[in-house]
């Protein structure tokens, strides 16, 4: 995007005090905020939260010191958008994984600067050919942020085809931790998840949940509020969710990571993904012209 552009984009969406837009790492375009609460990083690309930080506390969420800007690739860290499918797709493996929204461009539809505060920016997915290719449904699909003393992120699907559609989705956050060995994730006791490390078996998660290997795992059919426990940082970071019936809990760990090429040779040990899902079993159903949306709120509290 040319410099013309994003003055264009900082007179009809900038915020003083609150919002302006920049030309990030190979030209990528980010939306920065800085308010009172917090600091917060997007990306158009992919709508991709980078970073949020609230004031006074260490970052929320991990980017990687590897990360890649590359067009039409979602940024390792953040909050990568899964839609309209989550992992790969279920009947073509040639279609991306993860979905076209991650690794499309959207654009900036509302930015405001709300009463308590907190910046508020709408952005909404810009349809392409390719799309219709690869998803050949109607839908307008927008994610909403708001960046204040917690994250909110919504991710909004709208049906406007003439027939009901099937998504699943995920807002695949990665968090950063101390110490991927030293930190608990309570929430999800007693709950029943299928275990991708182990070829999909499903199992009954008992009590907290630790890492000590690689971990890939759905829980299904839970609005459960998740929490992070973190000595190391001597904090506790809260998920909570609505529209969203899977929470999916993800380390590469070391031989995984080193494959990914943009983790570094120990970047997963600063990182745990908690995401806000609906996957697998808990796809969702829209009826033409109702719409469903998937919500994380995030919040941190010192421990």
């Known amino acids: 995007m040319s410099a013309s552009e994003i003055d264009t984009l900082n ?6 005090n609150h919002l302006h837009f920049s030309t990030g790492p190979s030209e990528f375009v980010l939306a920065e905020i800085n308010n009172f609460h917090a600091r917060a990083t ?7 939260v980078l970073t949020f930080q609230p004031i006074n506390h260490d970052p929320v969420l991990y980017l990687s010191k590897a990360a890649r800007y590359v067009a039409g690739k979602s940024v390792r860290g953040g909050i990568p958008v899964c839609w309209p499918w989550f992992g790969p797709h279920a009947t073509d493996a040639q279609k991306p994984a ?14 405001s600067a709300l009463n308590d505060g907190a910046t508020r920016v709408v952005l909404e997915l810009a349809p392409l050919p390719e799309h219709r290719i690869l998803w050949p449904h109607e839908a307008r699909v927008q994610l909403h942020v708001s960046v204040g ?5 919504e991710l909004v699907t709208q049906n406007e085809s003439a027939q009901p559609i099937q998504i699943s989705e995920a807002l695949h956050t990665y968090f950063q931790v101390s110490d ?56 506790r970071i809260h998920i909570a969710k609505t529209g969203s019936r899977s929470t999916v809990v993800w380390n590469p760990w070391n031989d995984k990571a080193s494959k990914l090429g943009d983790m570094g040779d120990d970047g997963y040990r600063s990182m745990l993904c908690v995401e806000s899902a609906n996957a697998l079993d808990d796809s969702v159903s829209i009826a033409t012209g109702k719409e469903h949306r998937l919500t994380t ?3 941190v509290e010192r421990a």
């Not at 993860?98 to 930015?111: D, M, P, Q, V």
């Not at 003393?149 to 992120?153: A, F």
Request: net charge positive.
């Open 11 to 16: 007179r009809r969406f900038g915020i003083p």
């Open 42 to 48: 997007l990306c158009l690309q992919g709508a991709q």
């Open 98 to 111: 993860h979905g076209i929204a991650r690794s499309s461009l959207w654009r900036i539809i509302e930015t």
């Open 149 to 153: 003393p917690t994250l909110m992120v």
């Open 180 to 235: 991927i060995e030293k930190v608990s994730v309570s929430g999800l006791d007693a709950c029943k998840y299928i275990d991708k490390v182990t070829g999909g078996a499903p199992a009954i998660q008992q009590q907290a949940i630790t890492i000590h290997g690689e971990t890939d795992r759905v829980y299904m059919n839970t609005a459960a509020e998740c929490v992070i426990h973190d000595p190391g940082l001597r904090r």
């Open 297 to 299: 709120i995030i919040s």
